[in-house]
């Protein structure tokens, strides 16, 4: 149940608006969420300038539910790719209630994430065949699967007048050579339920795919979010697939169109 709230920060008290029937029940409690990472798996070395020199590699994790992370809206942001969406920097665990960053074969079958504020399952640079399968991804603040792969400078990059633009100036993890492959590739997400998301970030889906390759969404229902459940951020790598999935209920808080959006 969502409630409202106000902080008297001059008498330092907190003010609840109880969204319920009557008065608020003896057994009902407060908790304050201050955790924005619940689980975090990582290679060793891996970021936006490196591969990982160990890959954390066949971890599952079955039956398991995630919740209660909180927001992270406020936290530093960047441009993933070519298109135009923003998200939390993905060199930061805090990046997404559970992060993979340096994985092989990493596995979450029949897990819920529920109420998390911010971003609900974020796979940062090299992740390769990570599944998330019959699970539940509802109730978040930010994107419920968020995809961030890294690229570095070829030496041919331009701004938007055709001037050179020289590699020390591009942040580490851009530019427009993906060949070292520390992207997320093979990624699966099959059989699986995403709603209500995007309470906070409305630029969100069920699925973003930045600079990532040969994501495959299958199988799988989609609906009520404020943009498009599927947002292919840019033609990165190709390879990608969709099939067997339903969604509806797309763009509920913004004048586009589309369940599933393609840049680039």
């Not at 809206?73 to 993933?80: I, S």
């Not at 979450?108 to 504020?117: A, G, I, Q």
């Not at 400078?153 to 701004?159: F, H, P, Y």
């Amino acid at each position: 149940m969502q409630e409202e709230y106000f902080v008297d920060g001059l008498r330092n008290e907190l003010y609840l608006a109880y969204n319920g029937t009557g008065k608020p029940p003896p057994s009902l409690k407060l908790g304050a969420v201050t955790l924005q990472n619940l689980l975090s798996i990582r290679g060793d070395g891996a970021g936006p300038g490196s591969l990982p020199t160990k890959v954390a590699e066949n971890i599952s994790v079955v039956g398991v539910g995630f919740r209660d992370a909180g927001y992270t809206y406020m936290n530093p942001h960047g441009n993933p790719g070519g298109g135009d969406w923003g998200l939390q920097s993905p060199q930061y665990d805090e990046a997404g209630a559970v992060y993979l960053s340096g994985t092989s074969g990493v596995r979450f079958v029949s897990c819920t994430f529920k109420y998390l504020d911010g971003n609900g399952v974020f796979l940062a640079g090299f992740n390769r065949n990570a599944t998330i399968t019959k699970s539940e991804l509802t109730q978040i603040g930010d994107s419920a699967i968020a995809l961030w792969g890294y690229t570095k400078a070829s030496g041919a990059e331009q701004d938007l007048d055709g001037a050179p633009v020289p590699a020390s100036a591009l942040p580490p993890g851009t530019g427009i050579d993906g060949s070292d492959g520390n992207q997320p590739r093979g990624t699966v997400v099959s059989e699986s339920l995403c709603h209500e998301i995007g309470f906070f970030q409305k630029q969100s889906s069920c699925v973003h795919m930045g600079k990532s390759m040969e994501t495959s969404i299958l199988d799988s229902v989609f609906f009520n979010g404020p943009r498009a459940h599927v947002n292919q951020n840019d033609a990165f790598g190709l390879g990608s697939r969709m099939a067997g999935n339903v969604m509806w209920s797309s763009c509920r808080e913004s004048s586009d169109r589309e369940c599933i959006k393609a840049s680039g």
